[in-house]
């Protein structure tokens, strides 16, 4: 199964705390290469899927594993967000809420791990149509006549006839997702 990073994070936001994964979901974290960080009690960090771990981190901290590519930053209490746990890292990765009796507890992080041994071709194969939309938006100056869905205005940001970089992204994602031909 495919599934991105922003995909698996929302599968797993508004779980209740002792219920934030399920063995299933950590096995496909784990095929997937991702790892999903979240807070457990005052003094730890659970780490599931691609690494099954727990990491100590009383009052926050840096967690640091040898199958982390940088290190993740454990925020407890933070000052800008009102709850117990929040992550984050410079790892690619999304966020997802856990809550504890209806109030937010923990921000928590899906991390993936191998994208640092991902090639270009690895990523790109795992965009979601929104994500390829835009991609190819800005990689591709093409000429609109020359467009796969001719619109009659120009995507191109950098030419003087630029109108509007969304409806081009929109009908690139709208044409991305039909039949192949």
């Known amino acids: 199964m495919i599934m991105t990073l922003k995909e698996f994070a929302k599968m797993l936001d508004g779980r209740e705390y002792l219920h934030e994964i399920t063995k299933e979901e950590e096995a496909l974290a784990k095929e997937l290469g991702f790892v999903v960080v979240f807070g457990y009690s005052d003094d730890n960090a659970e780490l599931r899927g691609a690494i099954d771990d727990e990491i100590g981190c009383y009052d926050g901290g840096i967690l640091e594993h040898d199958s982390l590519p940088s290190v993740i930053y454990a925020n407890w209490c933070p000052k800008d967000i009102d709850c117990s746990w929040a992550y984050d890292t410079s790892i690619q990765h999304e966020n997802f809420n856990i809550y504890e009796d209806g109030e937010l507890y923990c921000v928590g992080i899906v991390c993936d791990i ?68």
């Open 114 to 181: 191998n994208e640092s041994k991902k090639t270009n071709a690895d990523r790109i194969r795992s965009m979601s149509d929104e994500e390829l939309a835009e991609f190819l938006t800005h990689i591709n100056p093409i000429n609109c006549q020359d467009c796969a869905f001719s619109h009659g205005w120009s995507c191109q940001p950098d030419r003087d006839d630029y109108s509007d970089f969304e409806k081009c992204k929109e009908g690139r994602k709208r044409w991305l997702q039909q039949p192949a031909e």
